[in-house]
């Protein structure tokens, strides 16, 4: 006699998408005790949205590409990611990851997130470098005028109220280091986060 046995479907496991990986990405980078955590912060006059950037005593870019996005886009995003940011890394997938290796430049970190018992978590591919294609300038304009203003006030003679973003951006720049720059903006960008200040733009704050 031949039975009909019942077969338990095995559960499909949903997409990894931007949505679940930013959540275990934010988890992540929370438990290092950043200075600040900001969401979809406009960098290169809007040319590009950084997902995710993290500060400690420098602002570090992280970009989300899940499972079904187009990893080839960063080709285009990265561009401005490098001129913006000291450091960037990719979060992507495991159906990403070979490309993503070719495509991304040496000095960007690689983490993969993947699904576990214990829910989404990232893996960590390689370390992210010291980008030399920094523009101190472009970097800059991360920033509001008012903290432009803030800036470079004691750097110039002229009255910062009359002087336009690019004035600003260029003073600054003349007169800093890339690491005295770079540690500015971080502070500026942490500033903004522990005053809650209104935006035009459209992001989320976290300050830790």
């Given at each position: 006699m031949t039975t009909v046995q019942?077969?338990?479907?095995?559960?499909?496991?949903?997409?990894?998408?931007?949505k679940s990986i930013r959540q275990a990405l934010l988890q992540k980078l929370a438990s290092r005790s950043p200075k600040a955590i900001i969401e979809e912060l406009y960098a290169h006059r809007g040319n590009a949205i950084a997902d995710v950037v993290s500060i400690h005593s420098e602002a570090h870019c992280y970009e989300i590409k899940g499972e079904n996005d187009n990893i080839q886009r960063i080709l285009t995003q990265g561009k401005y990611y490098d001129l913006v940011f000291p450091k960037v890394t990719l979060v992507t997938t495991d159906n990403h990851l070979e490309k993503a290796l070719s495509l991304a430049p040496e000095h960007w970190g690689i983490q993969v997130a993947r699904h576990t018992s214990k829910g989404v978590k990232i893996s960590h591919v390689r370390s992210s470098k010291r980008n030399k294609l920094f523009d101190k300038q472009l970097a800059l304009l991360t920033?509001?005028?008012?903290e432009l203003a803030e800036v470079a006030l004691p750097l110039t003679d002229k009255?910062?109220?009359?002087?336009?973003?690019?004035?600003?951006?260029?003073?600054?720049?003349?007169?800093l280091s890339q690491e005295s720059l770079m540690k500015n903006i971080g502070e500026k960008l942490v500033a903004r986060v522990a005053a809650k200040l209104d935006s035009p733009?459209?992001?989320?704050?976290y300050a830790y």
């Open positions: 019942e077969i338990t479907p095995l559960t499909t496991l949903p997409a990894l998408d931007d920033l509001w005028r008012s009255k910062t109220a009359r002087l336009t973003r690019a004035n600003l951006t260029e003073i600054i720049a003349e007169n733009d459209s992001y989320k704050l």
